[in-house]
Each structure stands twice: as C-alpha cells, then as structure tokens.
T-cell receptor, first 113, second 118 residues
Framework: AQSVTQLDSQVPVFEEAPVELRCNYS??????LFWYVQYPNQGLQLLLK??????LVESINGFEAEFNKSQTSFHLRKPSVHISDTAEYFC???????????FGTGTRLQVFP | DGGITQSPKYLFRKEGQNVTLSCEQN?????MYWYRQDPGQGLRLIYY???????QKGDIAEGYSVSREKKESFPLTVTSAQKNPTAFYLC?????????????????FGAGSRLTVL
C-alpha cells in the first residue's frame, strides 16, 4: 500500500521569506508525484508534477519541488512567498500503471505581511 | 472554456434527508471521481467511474451512491445512511484509462460543494 505524509499541518511565514512544505511518501513500487494547491472555498489546481527525467520540477509561479528517491521525499519550496500564496497545499502520488491518486492531509500555508 | 461544474455550491440538509450533488464536465474526460474533504484529513475517495455505466467504490463509499448514465455527468447522492455528511465535496475528472501515461493522471477539479447537515 502507498501513503503520503505531510508532517506540517500549518506553516506560517512572513511575506518575502522562503518556505519549504515537506512531503514524504511510502510505496513499494515507483510512483508519479504531484503538488496541488487549493485556494479558499475552491477546488484543487495542479501546481507541479514529477513523472520522469530531471528530479527538479518548477511551476510558473516560482514554486519548485525536488524528487529524492533515496529519501522518498518531494518537498515543495519557494524562495520568496507572496500574500497571494496563502492556500492549502496537497502532495499526492500515483503508483505507476495504476489509476489511483493518494493524497496527503495537506499543509496550510499562511503568509503574513 | 472546458471545465467541471459542481452545483449547488452550498447546501443545507436536515437529518434523514437524501441530497444529490451535481457534477458536469465538458472536457470529454473518461474518468470521474468524487472526493470528500474534511479539515486535517485531506481528500478521501468516495466513488469513481472510468467509463459510462460503470463505477467503483472508493475508500469511504458507505452512505453514498452514484450513477454514470452519461459521460459528462456523475451525480453523487448523500443518503440518510451517511452518519456524518457535513463536509466539502469535490468532483474531479481525468483523461485516459487505466495505464498512466505522461500527464494522464492529472485530475481536473470542480470548485466543490459544501454540505451542512442541520
């Protein structure tokens, strides 16, 4: 069975500070990895994904995540956050050759001025 | 623009009543999903459907029912048997079948329906 752990339920930061949202997964098979973002009272939107190739993936709004197979991690980082980044962030995995998407419990990022 | 429409956005229900949440997509996606979201618990899969007239139970299907009579539509009924129905419900869809190819496992979500049982 697969599982996804997001250790931090809430991460408060000041604007323009760097942030890292942690994600670890457990799986006996190879997986694809995703980060989704959810703004208040909205559905989830794909932020970035790792399918293969370079282990560092980037989004259009400055977030990046690095796949670390040995540590089974896919942490999300941004060097300088904005107020508008305030949202809930979900890490998710899909075992290769399956149709299953397993979500973590989410991390609420709160950016203060 | 293509997307997923969920309605109603907010819904109040008395205990003992069934309620149906609508989910319509115009993305021509094969697969559709219903998730339930509770604070601190992330998203849990209720039901999913990979083709018309077929659907499977997810991790928390008890007290829920679905139908998939059309490719575009996947309504969810929350029955009176659901012990704790107050939650945020999210519908999603994706293209592709069982085999995950590049990008095929990316879900598109609707804006959600918030159900409150009084």
């Amino acid at each position: 069975a697969q599982s996804v752990t997001q250790l931090d339920s809430q991460v408060p930061v000041f604007e323009e500070a760097p942030v890292e949202l942690r994600c670890n997964y457990s799986s006996s098979v190879s997986v694809y990895l995703f980060w989704y973002v959810q703004y208040p009272n909205q559905g989830l939107q794909l932020l970035l994904k790792y399918l293969s190739g370079s282990t560092l993936v980037e989004s259009i709004n400055g977030f990046e995540a690095e796949f670390n197979k040995s540590q089974t991690s896919f942490h999300l980082r941004k060097p300088s956050v904005h107020i508008s980044d305030t949202a809930e962030y979900f890490c998710a995995v899909t075992p290769i050759n399956t149709d299953k998407l397993i979500f973590g419990t989410g991390t609420r990022l709160q950016v203060f001025p | 623009d293509g997307g997923i429409t969920q309605s109603p956005k907010y819904l109040f229900r008395k205990e003992g009543q069934n309620v149906t949440l609508s989910c319509e997509q115009n993305l021509n996606h094969d697969a559709m999903y219903w998730y339930r979201q509770d604070p601190g618990q992330g998203l849990r899969l209720i039901y999913y459907s990979q083709i018309v007239n077929d659907f499977q139970k997810g991790d928390i299907a008890e007290g829920y029912s679905v139908s998939r009579e059309k490719k575009e539509s996947f309504p969810l009924t929350v029955t009176s048997a659901q012990k704790n129905p107050t939650a945020f419900y999210l519908c999603a869809s994706k293209d592709g079948g069982l085999v995950a190819v590049s990008g095929a496992n990316v879900l598109t979500f609707g804006a959600g329906s918030r159900l409150t049982v009084l």
